[in-house]
């Protein structure tokens, strides 16, 4: 999931606000036992210096990356042009993607469009690997999301092929592709051991 946040800043401060590139990498999944939804985060990359508290104060999986963004949008929202290149050891990037604002929201494998948008859009607990090895957790909050259809026109996204998740011969075949302009959202930090 990338995106640029526009005016990062931190909850207790009315201080500066910064603008850099972020990728979120999250896999959707369920407690065996008690059946609870809930979010693996894989790690993020952040294009910014501030990615140093993250990492070494909370030992969260967040890594350094240089962005290149090349988003155009036409007057109605939708994307003419929406390119995004991260430059990263541990998950380069490159992606280009198709606006459909107007397309209808088609989401196979879930009961009807609304549940979808509940699995895949809006926040649950979500879990990592801490950099010490511990299992650690946070929570993100935002308003529910109103995401448009998009295509993959070129993917290659190297952390999914290197952890073989996706290998980059199938990343262009997408489940779906949801494009939000813009939300407000609430990063819950620091981050709590489990």
Not at 3 to 8: S, Y
Not at 46 to 58: A, C, D, H, K, Q
Not at 75 to 98: C, F, H, K, M, N
Not at 115 to 143: K, M, N, Q
Request: aromatic share 14%; hydrophobic share 40%.
């Amino acid at each position: 999931m990338p995106f640029e946040d526009e005016d990062f800043r931190w909850a207790a401060s009315d201080g500066p606000r910064w603008r850099f590139g972020q990728t979120n990498y999250r896999i959707y999944v369920r407690d065996r036992q008690t059946g609870k939804r809930a979010v693996w985060f894989l790690g993020t990359t952040l294009g910014s210096w501030r990615v140093v508290v993250p990492r070494y104060l909370w030992r969260l999986p967040w890594h350094y990356g240089r962005f290149a963004f090349t988003c155009e949008q036409v007057v109605d929202g939708q994307y003419s042009t929406y390119r995004i290149e991260t430059r990263s050891r541990w998950a380069p990037l490159a992606l280009e993607l198709d606006h459909h604002a107007d397309a209808p929201l088609e989401l196979p494998g879930f009961a009807d469009t609304k549940t979808a948008l509940d699995v895949l859009t809006h926040p649950l607990d979500g879990f990592f690997r801490r950099r010490d090895g511990h299992l650690g957790t946070y929570s993100v909050w935002h308003e529910r999301l109103a995401p448009t259809p998009g295509r993959v026109r070129h993917a290659r996204i190297g952390l999914l092929d290197r952890l073989g998740i996706v290998p980059f011969a199938e990343q262009a075949a997408a489940h779906s592709v949801l494009i939000q302009p813009r939300t407000e959202f609430q990063i819950h930090l620091p981050p709590r051991r489990c």
